[in-house]
């Protein structure tokens, strides 16, 4: 096997360009796994650890910049990120476990397109968009649009996911992130909740939720949101919402839950926004 | 015998250093040069006729050295401890997914790894017997062809006639209990190294919980006389019962005998290991209880059905100890306990820490809490009315002379102020979460039991240079039962732990001393390491006394690195003494054998072998426990065991058995199942079978009550197994206090939400 360690963006397209069989690889978590399945046998690597251009977190006024390449440690180490945020940084936080969030970077959580990737709902209810390079040139879309199934994205052969770009919520809104696993650490989601609340005046004002492991992708459910906004945030808003969820989820049975659980949790989860938007809002 | 020095003190472990810096060599460390890889390719359907293995074209590939079959096995071609009916490669048929059917050797891993691929067996699919319901139907495939259909052993056992005083107790209880099968996980995966010499010698080093019985197992298996298998165990990677028997001795022997003397190498992945290793028995449980008004315990029913999968392996031993502990650490009047150990094609069950004892622990200890419930009585106060005291007979009629500190573990926890403030603490539960605070009483039999001489033979030597070697007999598989033998040894000898040196087990070097089992390798071979020390130093003080002119041993003594003679203050350095003594004369070896009882249970003679036991080491354990009533986590908060282990020899050791049973015991209690749909297992690595990590576990807090065991050396008893039962009874007892009785273990969160109730839409 050849392993290739290009130092620039541009390097690395050349390289896919001279080897159109070539496997990108950031940090080879998912990657190498499938290889010792026998699920990929890739001829050649093309390593992304090196780039620097691909790599790193830049605040842009409103919006922080996230590199492809950049490390879940990075991200969960960022002042930006842990203070503008904090749902991405509690994404990041719930992923996998220390050393296994050395190597893993954010270009390849969003490439695999897991339905369990930790790091696709919280980027979704923020509206976070990917920037996708090829040496034809730039394009952008909403991750949410980049993510197009299981296992399946926007990218055409020879492009490469640059960066990620995330819009910063304004002042006053709760963000909440909650990963329901089969254990602490080192678990991946049976099912997770990433929920933006702006609570204006003791009311929602505008609710934006998604749903990990419960569908192909992750799922929204716009009648949810419509029916939270204008409520107060209490345990019976948040109940009332619940059967919609469970009307909008797809979530499938496997060794880790079955799909009745992960119906019934995903609404469940609902019910902790209430304890986030204040205990005077338990009822 | 007066207490070790350091008793109550911690001090480094005689291991620690070389673990800490990396230089301990495992089984899995040793890559021989010019080594060649074995690996065996495994059967893939759980129950079938094997019509013909294909391997013409492994054979032919470049760097395949060996493809055998079952017809290349020279024995009888069947593994087993009592009953032999497990092949070494199957020919006619094969009964779980992880029955080998061919074994390759090859030069790397990799071509290997191609080989395996490249062999077509031609299996015909049989009806799967997916589970005891299906193994004990009427017209069920037959797994083995036995008179008995499925049903490898039943057995009943009876104290007094406890159906008719069932009928007269004020209370009845009933339930049925499920648990699951359990892999060990152990760090290191089965594997081993084996090198046949030019006289034909099969040396192999094995990571292995039983290195003696191996060269039996090997030797009726391959036809090989026992005296040509040289065994090796260094210390293991953990083992937890898993290692006791052969895993890849067999098929290793077998793979040395065509690799032209060249040195083999296997090693199973974990997806193998969790295949074709060896499981806990998965169990149902059928219990009825009957009390008096006043909680005094009158009668016990059960029906104990052990899934013991494609093979025996110790499926009717562990039976054994279900019927025997199926009445837990309380007086019963009476009791009949009848089992059932049942052939599927599941995966082999075997030897596994709490030895059929972990299964019937939930189901004695749920009838506790549900007598408690409905007698409007407190748990812990209902356990230590009926605690088993010492000169009590206890459930299979056997009178315990031994130690006895079951209810001095209890009133421990009683005192503690984790249960004293139990109240507050559940009233205080956050929002969306549920408290309760469980206890659970335990015991576990300690040994071999009647009828398997539990013997151990330790052996100490003086080196040349005025040093002493132990020759420990029984492995270490991370229990520090050796360094716990160096510190006895400095003891007895009076020496630093400097003057000392430690070999592990070895068939050529030390003696036969049972296997790393039952709780009995400190106790065992601890006490004929007492007897080999005591016998040397007489020995020493005696060889010295002309050198030091001095003609009454008793003026003579061992001090470190020498024998003095305190009244002139000369000294004979051991160096000097070891120098000048023959070496036939620098050794000393010695014999213990673990007592047993003479009382034998009505219905005990079915079992020939390992039933019952007369010690016993006993724990009351306590968790703390909140369910998240969104989700149906369970988060143990705290958790706090009393464990009565007679004397404690090493506090830090003590303890370390005591977390590590406990963290294995949660971890049976709320994640590990391996379910099988179809004899095929549906968690097929760690990614998917799920133990738990270093933040799922509570500080877990361990008190000893020390007892003395006056048979034990230095007053102890064994805790490694007993410390496994207590966690799933005691999250049980918990759960059952807020509302959620479970009786199938493990304790998902979609079986407390299940238990939860509520919309399900
Ligand atoms: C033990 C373990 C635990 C895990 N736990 C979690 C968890 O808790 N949550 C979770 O979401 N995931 C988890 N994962 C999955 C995995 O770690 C993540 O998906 C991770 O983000 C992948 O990143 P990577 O850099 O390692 O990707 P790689 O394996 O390097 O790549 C993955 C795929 O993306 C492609 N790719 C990578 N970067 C780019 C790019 N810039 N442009 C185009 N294609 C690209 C690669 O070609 C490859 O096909 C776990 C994995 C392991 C092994």
């Known amino acids: 096997m050849n392993v290739l360690f290009p130092a620039t963006a541009d390097a690395v397209l050349e390289a896919l360009r001279a080897h159109p069989d070539a496997r990108l690889m950031a940090g080879g978590t998912d990657l190498l796994v499938r290889r010792r399945a026998g699920a990929v046998a890739p001829g050649v690597l093309v390593c992304l650890e090196r780039v620097a251009d691909l790599n790193g977190v830049e605040v842009l006024g409103d919006a922080i910049r996230i590199g492809a390449a950049t490390t879940l440690t990075a991200i969960l180490e960022n002042g930006a990120i842990r203070e503008r945020l904090p749902l991405l940084r509690d994404a990041a936080g719930a992923f996998a476990s220390p050393p296994v969030r050395n190597m893993a970077t954010l270009g390849g959580n969003l490439c695999t397109a897991s339905p369990a990737a930790d790091t696709l709902p919280p980027l979704c209810v923020l509206g976070a968009e990917a920037e996708i390079l090829s040496s034809s040139g730039t394009r952008r879309m909403p991750v949410a649009d980049f993510v197009t199934g299981p296992g399946r994205t926007a990218l055409e052969p020879g492009e490469l996911l640059g960066s990620v770009t995330v819009p910063v919520p304004g002042g006053g809104t709760i963000q909440h992130f909650e990963k329901v696993g089969r254990r602490k650490a080192m678990a991946i989601a049976v099912v997770s909740l990433a929920a933006l609340l702006r609570v204006e005046g003791g009311v929602i004002a505008e609710a934006r939720l998604a ?73 | 015998m007066s207490p070790l020095p350091s008793m109550g003190s911690r001090s480094r472990r005689f291991d620690a250093p070389d673990k800490a810096l990396g230089r301990e060599r495992f089984a899995a460390d040793e890559y021989p040069e010019n080594l060649l890889w074995a690996g065996a390719l495994r059967a893939g359907a759980p129950h079938g006729l094997v019509r013909g293995v294909d391997t013409a074209r492994a054979e032919a590939m470049p760097g395949v050295v060996a493809v055998l079959t079952a017809g290349d096995v020279p024995g009888a071609n069947r593994q087993g401890f009592i009953y032999w009916d497990m092949p070494v490669l199957c020919g006619d048929k094969v009964r779980h997914a992880g029955d ?60 007094g006639d406890a159906r008719a005083a069932l009928d007269r107790c004020d209370v009845v209880i009933e339930e049925t209990f499920f648990t699951p099968q359990q892999a060990h996980c152990f760090l290191e995966t089965e594997n081993g190294t084996a090198r046949m010499d030019a006289a034909g010698i099969i040396h192999m080093t094995v990571s292995t919980q039983s290195p003696f019985r191996d060269r039996y197992e090997v030797g009726q298996a391959l036809g090989i006389p026992q005296e040509r298998l040289h065994v090796i165990a260094p210390f293991l990677g953990g083992g937890f019962g898993g290692k006791d028997g052969v895993t890849v001795q067999c098929l290793l022997a077998l793979a040395a005998m065509h690799a032209g003397g060249r040195p083999v190498k296997m090693w199973w992945s974990r997806e193998e290991s969790l295949l074709a290793g060896y499981k806990r028995h998965a169990a149902r449980m059928r219990f009825r209880l009957g009390a008096g008004a006043d909680g005094a315990l009158r009668a016990l029913v059960c029906d104990l059905d052990y899934d013991t999968g494609a093979y025996a392996h110790l499926g009717v031993e562990i039976m054994a100890l279900g019927l025997e502990h199926a009445s837990g650490p309380y007086r019963v009047e009476t009791l009949e306990a009848n089992g059932r150990c049942v052939y599927t094609n599941n995966p082999v069950a075997g030897a596994f820490r709490g030895f059929g004892v972990a299964q019937v622990s939930f189901a004695f200890e749920g009838m506790m809490d549900r007598l408690a419930d409905r007698l409007g009585m407190d748990p812990l106060e209902l356990r230590l009315q009926n605690a088993i005291r010492r000169g009590d007979r206890n459930g299979v009629g056997v009178a315990m002379t031994a130690s006895t500190g079951m209810a001095e573990c209890l009133a421990g926890l009683r005192e503690h102020p984790l249960w004293r403030t139990r109240g507050a603490w559940v009233r205080e539960a956050p929002p969306l979460t549920r408290r309760g605070v469980g206890v659970a009483a335990v015991l576990n039999g300690m040994g071999y039991g009647r009828g398997l001489a539990d013997m151990a033979v330790a052996k100490v030597r003086l080196t040349v240079d005025g040093r002493f070697r132990i020759y420990n007999g029984v492995s270490d598989m991370g229990q520090g039962n050796s360094p716990t033998f160096v510190r006895m040894a400095c003891h007895v000898l009076n020496q630093d732990e400097s003057g000392m040196e430690l070999v592990q087990p070895d068939t050529d070097r030390s003696h036969p001393s049972g296997s790393a089992a039952a709780g009995r390798t400190t106790y065992t071979y601890g006490k004929a390491l007492i007897r080999a020390c005591e016998a040397m130093r007489d020995k020493l003080l005696h060889r010295a006394a002309m050198a030091l002119l001095v003609d009454d041993v008793a003026d ?17 350095p051991l160096a000097l003494l070891g120098s000048k003594l023959h070496p036939d004369d620098r050794c000393c070896v010695s014999e213990a054998m673990m007592p047993v009882t003479r009382d034998v249970p009505e219905g005990g003679e079915a079992f020939r072998l390992g039933f019952p036991h007369l010690i016993f080491p006993y724990a009351a354990h306590l968790a703390r426990v909140e369910v998240d009533e969104l989700t149906g986590r369970v988060a143990v908060a705290d958790y706090v065991a009393f464990t009565d282990g007679g004397r404690v020899l090493d506090p830090q050791t003590y303890e370390q058995q005591v977390q590590g049973a406990v963290a294995q015991g949660l971890g049976y209690a709320l994640w590990e199942d391996c379910a099988a749909e179809g004899g095929r297992l549906l968690a097929t690595d760690l ?6 990590g270093a933040g799922d576990l509570p500080d877990i807090e361990s008190h000893a009550v020390e007892t003395v065991e006056e048979s034990g050396p230095f007053g102890m008893k064994g805790i490694g197994e007993v410390g496994m039962n207590g966690p799933l009874p005691a999250v049980a007892s918990a759960l059952l206090r807020m509302g959620l009785p479970m009786t199938r273990a493990p304790f998902t969160p979609e079986r407390i939400l299940a238990a939860l109730g509520g919309d399900d839409s």
């Open chain 2, 687 to 692: 990614s998917t079978y799920v133990i738990p």
């Open chain 1, 211 to 283: 749903w990990g492991s419960v569908g192909p992708t992750v799922v929204r459910c716009p009648e949810a949101e419509a029916l939270l906004a204008g409520r107060a945030p209490t345990l019976e808003t948040f109940r009332a919402a619940g059967e919609s969820v469970r009307r909008a989820v797809r979530p499938i049975d496997d060794v880790r839950a079955s799909a009745g659980y992960r119906r019934r949790v995903a609404a469940n989860l609902l019910l902790r926004l209430a304890e986030k938007a204040g205990p005077a809002a338990l009822g």
């Open chain 2, 100 to 159: 080998p059917v061919a074994l390759v050797v090859a030069e790397t891993r990799e071509i290997l790894a191609e080989a395996l691929l490249a062999i077509e067996p031609d299996i015909e699919p049989l009806p799967v017997v997916d589970g005891l319901d299906a193994a004990l139907a009427p017209d069920a495939p037959r797994v083995h062809d036995l008179e008995t259909g499925n049903v490898l052993k039943q057995a009943t056992v009876r104290k």
């Open chain 2, 556 to 572: 003579l003594e061992l001090a470190p690195g020498a024998v003095r003679h305190p009244a002139t203050g000369r000294a004979l």
